[in-house]
């Protein structure tokens, strides 16, 4: 069973929303930090945004991309374990397949993906 589940990619208009859910197994939401990533065709695959939590109270701290800050929103469900990107006034550049990932200890990298979502912007 694969340990990051994505969902909710699909075809959009510019300028349309589209919203991204990923639901992670507990144990890894709970002690990792969540991200989404995506790659476009002949592009490497880049970071979106990302979700992570500090220190002793946990605060969290949420970091974008350039190319989407406020545009996309990135929010947890803790209760669902689900990690959500809300995209709003897509660009056909946004055009992409979506990964979820997560960043888990010791080495906090981002080294386990989903199995990646479409998204589609047309013009």
């Known amino acids: 069973q694969a340990h990051l589940r994505e969902s909710g990619g699909g075809s959009v208009q510019a300028g349309g929303s589209l919203r991204l859910s990923c639901v992670a197994d507990r144990d890894i939401f709970r002690s990792c930090g969540m991200g989404w990533y995506r790659q476009a065709p002949g592009k490497e695959r880049e970071m979106v945004s990302i979700?992570?939590?500090?220190?002793?109270?946990?605060?969290?701290?949420?970091t974008y991309a350039d190319s989407v800050r406020g545009r996309f929103t990135i929010s947890e469900d803790n209760a669902e374990n689900t990690v959500n990107l809300e995209m709003n006034s897509l660009k056909t550049d946004d055009t992409a397949v979506y990964y979820c990932?997560?960043?888990?200890?010791?080495?906090?990298?981002?080294?386990?993906w989903g199995q990646g979502t479409q998204v589609t912007v047309s013009s």
């Open positions: 979700s992570r939590r500090y220190g002793i109270t946990k605060t969290n701290i949420k």
């Open positions: 990932a997560a960043s888990c200890p010791p080495l906090y990298e981002f080294k386990l």
